[in-house]
């Protein structure tokens, strides 16, 4: 089960939002509903999304703990 601060990557496009599958973000928070909020950052540390993702729609690239 992914966990807070793990670093999942894109298995999907989310073209609405201009993510692309392979895109890495850090898991921020946990919803109730099984969902996990992302944050997408920039090379230079700057957000550039954050959005709720489920499971199917990545996979843990690096675990935080």
Avoid: C, K
Wanted: charge should be negative; hydrophobic fraction near 45%; charged fraction near 30%.
């Amino acid at each position: 089960m992914p966990d807070l601060f793990d670093v999942v990557e894109l298995t999907v496009d989310i073209s609405e939002r201009g993510l692309r599958a392979g895109m890495q973000g850090t898991i921020v928070e946990r919803h109730p509903d099984d969902a996990y909020e992302v944050e997408f950052a920039n090379e230079r540390g700057e957000t550039v999304d954050f959005l709720a993702l489920y499971p199917n729609q990545f996979i843990v690239v690096w675990r935080a703990r």
